[in-house]
C-alpha cells in the first residue's frame, strides 16, 4: 500500500535532516537506515478496512 502524498511529503520533510547509518536489505528491497526515531501519532479508523490517518509527526 502506498502513502497518500501529502502524508509522504510530510514524512519526507520530517526525515530529511536525519543522518543516514547505511544501506539495509530486507528480503528483495534495499533501502537507507536513517539515525532518527519519529513519532507519529494516528488515528485508527475501524470498519472493515482498518485505516490509519497520521495527526502529527515529530
Not at 526525515?15 to 547505511?22: Q, R, S, V
Not at 513519532?39 to 479508523?45: S, T
Amino acid at each position: 500500500m502506498r502513502l497518500a502524498a501529502a502524508l509522504a511529503d510530510r514524512i519526507g520533510a520530517a526525515l530529511a535532516d536525519a543522518p543516514a547509518t547505511g544501506v539495509r536489505r530486507t528480503g528483495d528491497e534495499t533501502y537507507m537506515a536513517l539515525d532518527t526515531e519519529p513519532v507519529v501519532e494516528v488515528l485508527a479508523g475501524t470498519g472493515r478496512h482498518g485505516t490509519l490517518t497520521a495527526v502529527r509527526i515529530r
